[in-house]
């Protein structure tokens, strides 16, 4: 077998004689295997102190020496000293288990190698004489070396005879930290960056040791972190490792368990990482400017991934106001480092309020921090100030303010007012474009004023005194030391509604039953109209009042009839309504309006549709054949007096006797008839009176009357007829007798007439009569 950490076979011999006896006499056997530098020492009784041990070698020898002593085959000291370049060194002698030396039972070999580690090696004599050095054994140990990987033929000889051969196999040893390498030719490492490094394993001879299951490690000085080596194939191994702090003039340890490779520690650097964060400090306050000087500083501290500061290279770092610039057209960058390995981008600005994020870009990739900006407004700049109103301004309104936004110079709306006890001031100037009606004047207010012009928030201010005397279209500017804005039009409207407005009557006289009209302008205390809105018509409180009587027309409508002006419109329709009207028009408050003409209309009848207060003895009738006559006046279908002349009809009985009408004294109109006689036994007869405005006539009143019974009464005569057969060629006498109503014969004159009836109607041409005279009391008429 073989021995692995020296590559030393050992065996063990027991010595036999020719016929295989074991041999009781020791015999003597010597090794011859390895011997190298040296002198054999021999010990006495007394074992030398310290005896000097000569090798030959140059350099630094290394001296490796085996004891053996009356404890038998152990070997019982193993000293390996170095002589440090000295071809001699001493070596003390120590006794086995405390025990003394004896005389003759003690030898002392050694060898000798140059700069390698040495092993024992047996170089023993048996005998029994002192002068030989030996020591009594039965067994025997030969000991043999051999450095390179082998196989080697072994002889085994007594007494320079042959006793046996065998081949001994030599193989490598462990590995060792003095013989085995690394290589790794990197100085300077990257944060984060993989590195292997390659390792060859070899014994203490140097031979190749193809153990998979060896490992080897990594470490570093400054540096906590550790790695292990794996296995690649024969005696080579790597070990891929990553540290992410960056540190100089690190020793990296490669090693094998606790002892450090031939060549290492490697002395490398670990540089940070491309950058790709950063601690920012910049302001996060600025006022709006466009000024080469008058932005924030950003300073960025670079750190890569890790967190290690980069302080190396060229940063080329930019800085991006988002929504303003982008890397390609910003100009804020920098490309170096200051002294205090720190990179600053100085003069970030912008003049646009409002709250922004700065993004930072090294080597045009975008780095994981941002900053935040605040772009504040600058000094106020006149020319850029902007108005709000009040939702509409009127004349003597008292809500008529202008709020005026304060600006920078950048169109910026500023925040807060002017500086307390600052000389900054500014005026606001209304002018009136159409003034040559009231002859208003322009009106200016400084502001701030205390009372006339006040700061309310957010960098507004309020010019609150603005008095308009005159309605149209103004306009409006601010001017101060730094210029003026630009005019800004608005329209005033007129104020509310005055006793100024204007009532124009459109009618004098009207008709009853019609519509009259009359037109209000709407106007303000300072005689603007009021044409901005439509709706004034409810302002207006309208009376029409008869002044003949306590009564008053109805108003029909009042429209909007734009302009200001509403038209209202009125008709008188109630009975007796004809007359003279006033118009009359207040507001709320009961004060009356002014009037541009006649306020008073004249309303006529209407049409003549009836006829009233009839009076007069026609009404009732008298005796027949009298003449009677009645009167009545002519009205419209509202009952009033018709003031024109109409023409009337009187028809009686027979509706064929016409009998006009004429007014003896407009409205009263007069009229007479003759009472017909009874014609049967019923003496009421019928009258009715025609208005002639339309052919035919329109029959307006129709009456009853009767026939008085008086002396002309039929009744009050008896005819006698000499026969009930009339020959019209032949005469015939009528006997009429004159009585009264009683049927007394009486002798007053009186005329008789015959009629001669058929179906109702008279039939005869002629009219026989006869007059009765006194004392006559009959009278004989011919038929």
Request: some cysteine; glycine content about 8%; charged content about 10%.
């Amino acid at each position: 077998f073989s021995g692995r950490e020296y590559g030393t076979p050992s065996y063990f011999l027991i010595p036999r004689d020719g016929c295989g006896n074991e041999v009781q006499t020791p015999l003597g056997l010597a090794s011859q295997a390895n011997i190298r530098y040296g002198t054999l020492k021999v010990a006495t009784s007394t074992p030398p102190a310290n005896p000097t041990l000569t090798c030959s070698g140059t350099g630094t020898t290394l001296i490796s020496v085996k004891t053996a002593s009356s404890c038998g085959v152990d070997i019982t000291s193993l000293v390996q000293t170095s002589c440090d370049g000295k071809t001699s060194c001493t070596y003390g002698v120590s006794a086995c288990s405390g025990s003394t030396w004896k005389d003759q039972t003690a030898n002392v070999a050694y060898d000798c190698y140059d700069k390698v580690a040495p092993s024992i090696e047996s170089n023993s004599f048996i005998g029994s004489d002192s002068a030989n050095f030996g020591f009594y054994s039965e067994m025997l140990g030969v000991y043999t070396q051999k450095r390179l990987v082998g196989t080697y033929p072994t002889d085994v000889r007594l007494n320079g005879d042959s006793i046996g051969t065998f081949t001994s196999t030599v193989t490598y040893g462990a590995a060792s930290a003095t013989t085995s390498t690394f290589t790794f030719t990197n100085t300077n490492l990257v944060a984060g960056n993989s590195y292997t490094v390659i390792i060859l394993a070899k014994d203490t001879f140097g031979n190749d040791v193809l153990d998979s299951s060896t490992t080897f490690g990594v470490s570093f000085d400054k540096i906590t972190a550790t790695f292990t080596s794996s296995y690649i194939d024969t005696n080579r191994h790597n070990i891929t490792f990553s540290v992410t702090e960056a540190v100089n003039t690190v020793n990296m340890l490669v090693r094998l368990g606790s002892i450090d490779l031939a060549n290492s520690p490697k002395h490398i650097n670990i540089i940070a990482a491309d950058p790709t964060t950063a601690f920012i400090s910049a302001d996060t306050g600025l006022i709006a400017t466009d000024s080469a000087t008058g932005g924030i500083t950003a300073t960025l501290s670079l750190q890569d991934p890790f967190g290690n500061s980069v302080i190396t290279g060229t940063p080329n770092v930019k800085a991006v106001i988002v929504g303003v610039n982008t890397l390609a057209t910003t100009t804020f960058q920098s490309s170096s480092y200051t002294p205090d390995n720190n990179v600053q981008i100085t003069n970030i600005r912008h003049n646009i309020v409002g709250a922004y994020t700065i993004r930072y870009y090294l080597n045009g990739a975008l780095l994981t921090s941002t900053s935040s900006l605040t772009i504040l407004p600058s000094t106020p700049w006149i020319p850029l100030f902007t108005f709000s109103n009040s939702s509409s301004y009127s004349v003597g309104g008292t809500s008529n303010y202008f709020d005026i936004q304060t600006r920078d110079m950048f169109g910026n709306a500023r925040t807060t007012e002017f500086i307390s006890g600052s000389a900054f001031t500014f005026t606001m100037e209304f002018n009136p474009i159409n003034a040559e009606t009231t002859g208003q004047l322009s009106q200016g207010i400084v502001c701030p004023t205390t009372g006339n012009c006040t700061y309310r928030s957010n960098g507004v201010y309020r010019a609150n005194i603005f008095n308009a005397r005159e309605a149209g279209t103004w306009q409006v500017r601010a001017c101060g030391d730094t210029g003026c804005t630009p005019y800004t039009m608005f329209t005033v409207n007129p104020g509310e509604t005055a006793s100024t407005s204007i009532v124009e009557n459109l009618n004098t006289t009207i008709v009853a039953g019609t519509i009259g009209a009359f037109m209000i302008t709407s106007k303000d205390s300072q005689g603007n109209i009021r044409d901005h809105v439509n709706t004034d018509g409810n302002a207006f409180i309208v009376s029409i009042d008869h002044l003949l009587s306590t009564r008053f027309a109805q108003v029909q409508t009042v429209m909007s009839f734009g302009g200001g002006k509403y038209l209202v419109s009125w008709r008188p329709a109630f009975s007796g309504c004809a007359g003279k009207y006033k118009i009359k028009v207040v507001l709320s408050d009961s004060t009356e309006i002014s009037y541009s003409n006649n306020r008073t209309v004249d309303v006529t009848p209407s049409a003549t549709t009836q006829i009233t207060d009839l009076s007069g003895t026609g009404l009732s009738g008298s005796a027949a054949g009298a003449s009677v006559s009645f009167s009545f006046n002519a009205r419209d279908v509202f009952n009033n007096l018709q003031t024109s002349v109409d023409t009337f009809t009187v028809i009686v009985l027979d509706e064929t006797a016409a009998n006009p009408i004429v007014a003896t004294s407009t409205p009263i109109y007069t009229t007479s008839y003759t009472v017909p006689a009874l014609v049967s036994s019923s003496p009421s007869y019928t009258v009715n009176v025609y208005l002639n405005t339309t052919s035919p006539g329109t029959l307006v009143q129709t009456f009853d009357a009767v026939t008085i019974a008086s002396d002309n009464d039929p009744n009050g005569a008896t005819a006698v007829l000499s026969t009930n057969f009339l020959n019209p060629d032949s005469p015939l006498t009528v006997a009429i007798t004159n009585k009264d109503f009683a049927g007394t014969v009486v002798n007053s004159d009186r005329t008789f007439f015959l009629d001669f009836i058929q179906g109702g109607s008279v039939k005869n041409t002629l009219t026989p009569s006869c007059t009765v005279s006194t004392p006559v009391s009959t009278c004989t008429p011919t038929v």
